[in-house]
T-cell receptor, first 115, second 114 residues
Framework: ELKVEQNPLFLSMQEGKNYTIYCNYS?????LYWYRQDPGKSLESLFV?????AVKQEGRLMASLDTKARLSTLHITAAVHDLSATYFC???????????????FGTGTRLKVLA | DTGVSQDPRHKITKRGQNVTFRCDPI?????LYWYRQTLGQGPEFLTY????????KSRLLSDRFSAERPKGSFSTLEIQRTEQGDSAMYLC????????????FGPGTRLTVT
């Protein structure tokens, strides 16, 4: 069964600093998604990574995928307070019986950027 | 607003009562998903529809839970004989057929069972 682990679970960082969130998964998949969730709110899609070596960037966030290592990273550059949120990765697992994908989420990384 | 909508946003019910939630996906999206999220955890998959067909159900979905998508548009999730352990945020997401299957989430329905 597919397991998705994120680390760290909690991250407190100063504004202006760089940091990386890691997402490891246990079985083969070529689809990985990153989401942001603000307290009490729903999930906002950040990145869709669909192939080995995929890299996407939006503002101060950059996501990458290494399917051989079963690892995705979310890199934060020069953090600002507005990036404070919980970040989830989700991995799509293909079920050959139903012919569908099921999405397994990590436990999330709660990021707090201190001014 | 053309995003995913959910109704109600909050529901407080007494243990043993039945509740029903509604999800309206983005209009051209043929795939619809239900998730449950408890505090401090990531969303857990409950069930999935492609058009009106329910293609997969999680083991988390006990026989007290039922979901429908009668005309391939909106969906309902019903919980019968609610228990305190059912208290959670219930999220709906939709996606379009295509390579990315990117999911768009609704605002969620927060259920509190007293």
């Amino acid at each position: 069964e597919l397991k998705v682990e994120q680390n760290p679970l909690f991250l407190s960082m100063q504004e202006g600093k760089n940091y990386t969130i890691y997402c490891n998964y246990s079985t083969t998949s070529d689809r990985l998604y990153w989401y942001r969730q603000d307290p009490g709110k729903s999930l906002e899609s950040l990145f869709v990574l669909l192939s080995n070596g995929a890299v996407k960037q939006e503002g101060r966030l950059m996501a990458s995928l290494d399917t051989k290592a079963r690892l995705s990273t979310l890199h934060i550059t020069a953090a600002v307070h507005d990036l404070s949120a919980t970040y989830f990765c989700a991995v799509a697992q293909y079920d050959s019986t139903s012919g569908t994908y099921k999405y397994i989420f990590g436990t999330g990384t709660r990021l707090k950027v201190l001014a | 607003d053309t995003g995913v909508s959910q109704d109600p946003r909050h529901k407080i019910t007494k243990r043993g009562q039945n509740v029903t939630f509604r999800c309206d996906p983005i209009s051209e999206h043929n795939r619809l998903y239900w998730y449950r999220q408890t505090l401090g955890q990531g969303p857990e998959f409950l069930t999935y529809f492609q058009n009106e067909a329910q293609l997969e159900k999680s083991r988390l979905l006990s026989d007290r839970f039922s979901a429908e998508r009668p005309k391939g548009s909106f969906s309902t999730l019903e919980i019968q004989r609610t228990e305190q352990g059912d208290s959670a945020m219930y999220l709906c997401a939709s996606s379009l057929n295509g390579y990315s299957y990117e999911q768009y989430f609704g605002p969620g329905t927060r259920l509190t069972v007293t």
